[in-house]
């Protein structure tokens, strides 16, 4: 990521040079008068939108592109976003069916504390709900909470304690995880698009600023005089930017 940010920057204030001296290949026509544009402002504009600041100065292409970099990390995001909350109320819906927090904590109190070290304390749903969902698959004190459990020769565990949780083998808790997993792939996915929304706006903003600065606005000043009912002459002027 932090290569990548480098490149991008290098490319957007490199290609200074070049953006003037294709500006003024690009534009035609008269040129009484020019108008410069603000960097700052540019700079602004592009940070707070990609490509806003790049229209300001006159450079459509490269702000459409800078806007539709914006759409589509926006679009990847949602669509990445989405696909992982939808997989992570699967799991959690599978967990409430097949993992019961109160067999769990029979085995719990049922069992001395020499016999297997407990590693985690597991709260409430209502207490902390992300990392309840998270533990009951993740550690093996709680595989005793699933409706699954079988004994290493493939018997039901039951309310049998004696068994370590680590020859404890749950299909179920397999399961969960498998799909736990692929949700939280989903949801760094999104969380690393992020980075690329912010990278975009940044270097947007430091292309406009760059290329702003030897840009001019051409400014166009047409004038003629025009007939009026009363003897005094008048005349019409037109701007354009």
């Known amino acids: ?16 040079p070049f953006a003037s001296r294709a500006g003024a290949e690009e534009e035609e026509g008269p040129q009484p008068g020019e108008v ?16 806003l600041g790049e229209f300001y100065y006159g450079a459509e292409k490269r ?16 669509s990445w976003h989405n696909r992982g909350r939808s997989l992570e109320r699967d799991f959690r819906r599978f ?21 297997y070290m407990r590693t985690e304390g597991l709260p409430s749903k ?15 004190q709680f595989v005793f909470g699933w409706d699954d459990g079988k004994d290493p020769q493939g018997r039901p565990v039951g309310a049998d304690y004696s068994i370590h949780p680590r020859n404890v ?6 399961a969960y995880e498998v799909a736990r997993d692929r949700s939280n792939r989903y949801f760094k996915r999104s969380s690393r698009i992020l980075g690329v929304v912010v990278v975009n706006h940044l270097v ?14 051409r400014l166009w000043v047409d004038a003629d005089v025009i007939e009026a009912p009363d003897p005094a002459p008048a005349m019409r002027i037109k701007v354009r930017f």
């Open 1 to 16: 990521m932090r290569r990548a940010v480098a490149v991008l920057l290098a490319i957007a204030v490199g290609m200074g």
């Open 95 to 115: 967990a409430d069916l097949h993992w019961s927090e109160e067999a769990y904590r029979r085995w719990d109190q049922n069992t001395p504390e020499s016999f």
């Open 63 to 78: 702000g459409m592109a800078f806007l539709a970099v914006e759409a589509g990390t926006w679009v990847a995001y949602a």
């Open 126 to 140: 209502q207490e902390d709900t992300q990392q309840y969902y998270e533990l009951i698959g993740k550690y093996d």
């Open 36 to 51: 410069g544009r603000s960097s700052k402002l540019a700079f602004l504009m592009s940070l707070l939108i990609p490509g």
């Open 169 to 174: 083998t749950s299909p179920n808790r397999i």
């Open 204 to 217: 947007s903003a430091i292309h406009a600023s760059v290329h702003a600065r030897g840009r001019k606005a």
